[in-house]
């Protein structure tokens, strides 16, 4: 093979790892750092934990 066409391989062997680097990082920051609001602070469960007992 020709030096050049070894070279736009391995170019673009780099670039799909890095596509795949950056996807991976990106669904795991995603999935455990930047999280939605949290299923126990809403709804009736905080609402039962405002009021005051029933005598």
Request: hydrophobic share 45%; aromatic share 10%.
């Given at each position: 093979?020709?030096?050049?066409?070894?070279?736009?391989?391995?170019?673009?062997?780099?670039?799909?790892a890095?596509a795949?680097?950056?996807?991976?990082?990106?669904?795991?920051?995603?999935?455990?750092?930047?999280?939605?609001?949290?299923?126990?602070?809403?709804?009736?469960?905080?609402?039962?934990?405002?009021?005051e007992?029933r005598?």
């Amino acid at each position: 093979m020709k030096t050049k066409t070894k070279l736009m391989i391995a170019a673009g062997a780099a670039a799909g790892a890095a596509a795949s680097y950056y996807g991976v990082c990106e669904l795991a920051y995603n999935r455990f750092i930047r999280r939605g609001p949290k299923f126990f602070a809403m709804g009736p469960q905080e609402d039962a934990l405002t009021e005051e007992p029933r005598a």
